[in-house]
């Protein structure tokens, strides 16, 4: 179709997207086309907004994602625009078409006793980097930390006398976040029996949590010593290092917390981000009262 062409040449020259965008936007066109044809429709200025709302109705059916289906259509909505604006067509049929609403995905999480069986199955066939291991885990579940902001924590933004830390955020932004005694316990035995073997590799290095080399932590390998103790576990449910962020959240709320002190462990900018967590609670207030109230 020589309106594609032209739209995604628009799109290169005068847009400057890169080739990762600009392949994005020809798949969504490329199909949105192609049911066009499927439907009859060869000339592009014949597009009604029922047509329109017709292939978003079959991806809707195919059980794609709302975001999938709202970003087809603000495809769709500026193919039509470039063809208004480029007098190749009497009016923009998708001009008036409102996107679908987005389903809120509740985040995953672990109930209290399956956060201890993960955390106490952390394997101890590593001499030493065991009691490490034990200790990140330990930490994100008592602080909700990221695990961006766990790998970054130095020494002195542990402040073991007053039990907590001084963790740096999104935007450079600083909170302090209690660690809770158990986990205190075991990043103290870790500092004590592990971490000054580690520093002889690479001296004057602050960073709290190292590697075996004496360098601090990656990303990655705070995954691998998770799906580890994950395979440990026995539990079934997908393990990921930010299921420990959504139960830590999860639990306080169910326990009373405020939402807005929260908030503020978790280093959320705005309020509606930690108010996902509600509605875990709701759905597990409403599980209780199916499960015991005589009439559900």
Not at 98 to 114: A, F, H, I, R
Not at 267 to 291: P, V
Request: proline letters at 4%; glycine letters at 6%; charged letters at 25%.
């Amino acid at each position: 179709m020589q309106e594609l062409k032209s739209y995604v040449h628009y799109l290169k020259v005068e847009k400057g997207l890169s080739q990762n965008t600009l392949k994005s936007y020809k798949r969504d066109l490329d199909a949105y086309t192609l049911f066009l044809e499927s439907a009859g429709i060869k000339n592009i200025s014949n597009v009604t907004e029922h047509d329109i709302s017709a292939y978003l109705s079959k991806m809707k059916a195919r059980g794609l994602e709302s975001t999938t289906i709202n970003r087809a259509l603000s495809t769709i909505r500026g193919f039509h625009t470039f063809l208004f604006e480029e007098e190749r067509g009497q009016s923009n049929p998708a001009e008036l078409i409102d996107s679908p609403k987005n389903t809120q995905k509740l985040p995953d999480t672990l109930s209290v006793e399956e956060v201890i069986t993960l955390i106490e199955s952390v394997p101890v066939d590593e001499p030493g980097l065991w009691i490490r291991n034990r200790a990140m885990l330990e930490c994100l579940y008592a602080t909700g930390m990221r695990v961006s902001e766990l790998i970054a924590i130095t020494r002195q933004q542990l402040m073991t006398q007053e039990g907590v830390l001084r963790v740096r955020g999104k935007g450079e932004k600083e909170r302090v976040v209690p660690v809770g005694r158990i986990a205190l316990e075991w990043i103290r035995k870790y500092l004590t029996e592990l971490r000054p073997g580690l520093t002889k590799a690479k001296r004057g290095n602050d960073v709290l949590f190292l590697n075996r080399r004496g360098a601090p932590m990656s990303r990655v390998s705070v995954w691998n010593i998770i799906q580890e103790a994950a395979k440990n576990s026995g539990l079934k449910k997908r393990i990921y290092p930010h299921i420990l962020r959504h139960s830590f959240a999860t639990h306080l709320l169910e326990a009373g917390a405020d939402l807005r002190a929260v908030q503020e462990l978790l280093g959320h900018a705005d309020i509606s981000t930690t108010q996902i967590y509600t509605h875990i609670d709701r759905s597990y207030l409403k599980q209780i009262h199916t499960q015991y109230h005589p009439r559900p």
